[in-house]
């Protein structure tokens, strides 16, 4: 069964980092792109960030480009977003998705998601 | 980037009803959408890929239909554990952008 285990939110002050982490278990994580997707407090989604299989391309949200960094470590079956200079409005929960097949972008698993809070 | 507009915002149903809900893409999109449903707490869950094809598992009274601009998610009668929102997404073109959702509730 496939499994997509988020974890590493919490409280950051405005300006701060933090790097969230995605274990995957159940599928061959090697062989599939992934994804970051986002939700606001109350609001919708707001897809984040993609990465291929073996790194060599990303691609984020233009209002995440610069801040974060998608990347994903084969051997230990997991996916990581590091997020810096961090604004009140990057507080969301942050889920990670993995792809239908690779390069799908139709997001056929998701994690349960981690809260980010960015506030004083 | 491609923006996804879907109406009605809120939807008030019974259950045993039939619910149509729609995603209307500011440029074509091909048939390259999705819908998602997500309850509360939850994460959403994929129902339909690729404007009409369901997911894995999915029951076959929800069926999506459209192409180019404009999209329809029916649910043919609702069941109870229907009542969630509900999400549209393009993947045609970068970025993936979702639509703002439905509210399907309970008349």
């Known amino acids: 069964e496939v499994h997509l285990v988020e974890s590493g939110g919490g409280l950051v002050q405005p300006g701060g980092s933090l790097r969230l982490s995605c274990a995957a278990s159940?599928?061959?994580?090697?062989?599939?792109?992934m994804n970051w997707v986002r939700q606001a407090p109350g609001k919708g989604l707001e897809w984040v960030s993609y990465i291929t299989t073996s790194s060599g391309t990303t691609y984020y949200a233009d209002s995440m480009k610069g801040r974060f960094t998608i990347s994903r470590d084969n051997a230990k079956n997991s996916l990581y977003l590091q997020m810096n200079s961090l604004r009140d409005e990057d507080t969301a929960v942050y889920y990670c998705a993995r792809d239908s097949a690779s390069g799908s972008s139709i997001f056929d698993y998701w994690g349960q998601g981690t809260l980010v809070t960015v506030s004083s | 980037e491609i923006v996804l507009t879907q109406s009605p915002a809120t939807l008030s149903l019974s259950p045993g009803e039939r619910a149509t809900l729609s995603c209307r893409a500011s440029?074509?999109?091909?048939?390259?959408l999705a819908w998602y449903q997500q309850k509360p707490g939850q994460a959403p869950r994929l129902l339909i890929y690729d404007a009409s094809n369901r997911a894995t598992g999915i029951p076959a009274r929800f069926s999506g239909s459209g192409s180019g601009t404009e999209f329809t998610l029916t649910i043919s009668s609702l069941e109870p554990e229907d009542f969630a929102v509900y999400y549209c997404q393009q993947r045609n073109n970068w970025p993936i952008t979702f639509g703002q959702g439905t509210r399907l509730e309970i008349k």
């Open positions: 440029q074509s999109v091909s048939s390259y």
């Open positions: 159940g599928f061959t994580f090697s062989t599939y792109t």
